[in-house]
């Protein structure tokens, strides 16, 4: 190859690459400036800050929540918690570990849960564990009980003429297996399981919203009622909407003026694999220049690769 289209073929190269470092610098430059244009915002008119969590649907895995309310917790400038409700119920387990960190938040700031539409079962359990909880006067609350589903399909194994043995060790280990029948015995032990969780759910409402336990059946026989009913029963604070959970949240804390919500996204499942679920605390910011890096590397390993068949072609 002759010197004068090596020295093309390299010029080419050395604009593909300036072209994409133009790319990249389009594609992140409008959210720096508007980062800068918020932090100059903020150092000329400074806004109080108020910590916003969404709790929507089945309560199955409490790690994002636990994440979000220890941040919170944690940041100075971060006044108190917003939490909208809009969850069905979740395992006891979730349930009671977003509710003790949430107890352990509103020692030091407080937390107003403001429920839309439904707030039942573990989703009140979480409830419980706020400063106040303000409801839609239609939305749904309570719910307070625990139940295990199991399913019983050994005559259907049977019909489609599966056999299906258990072999285990412990006398109560296969309890709870669909796929063979309870016993009289099984029923009764995990019938002492429900019992347990739902005598740890009673005395944990109780001592929060200033119950009566002797007096449960009242108020805790699994029933999902209207709000203005769990207002009579002690089991809300106040009716209202979300401009009123707001204004109480801003008294409780002693804000004047205006706030700012920092608000918690649940990342998405592509998100939960690109980062891992340990790392969802990480902002867009953090992806776009994990992403941006990635490229820069992708580019730069291009670049020395066309560079060294270029010393091959100068050299032979």
Known sequence: MEPCQEKKRYSFFNILKNAFWVLVILQFAPSMIISITKSIQEAIVPEDKIGYMTIRGFLGDSSFYLKQIEKF??????????????????YPGSSQMVFSEL????????????????????????????TKI??????????????MQIPDVKELMTELKVDMHHIFGGHFKAAGSPLRTLTS??????????????QQFIKDVAQSRELDIEEAKNWADGKVIHATRALGLKLVDQLGTYHDALEELKKMADIQGPVKLIKSKKPSDLMNYLLGDDD?????????????????????????????????????
Do not use: W
């Open 103 to 130: 107890k352990r938040f509103k020692e030091n700031k407080p937390v107003v849960v403001v429920v839309e539409n439904v707030c039942a079962s573990g989703g009140y359990y979480v409830a419980c564990g706020a």
């Open 73 to 90: 917790s944690k940041a100075d400038d971060i006044k108190g918690l917003l939490i909208k409700m809009d969850c069905h119920g979740g």
């Open 134 to 147: 303000i409801a839609s006067p239609s939305s749904l609350v309570g719910n307070i009980g625990t139940i």
């Open 185 to 198: 015995e099984e029923k009764d032990y995990l019938q002492l399981i429900a019992d347990d969780d739902y």
């Open 280 to 316: 969802f605390e990480l902002e867009q910011s953090n992806f776009a220049q994990t992403t941006a890096q990635f490229l820069s590397d992708v580019c730069s390993s291009f670049c020395l690769h066309q560079g060294v068949n270029n010393q091959k072609v100068i050299r032979s």
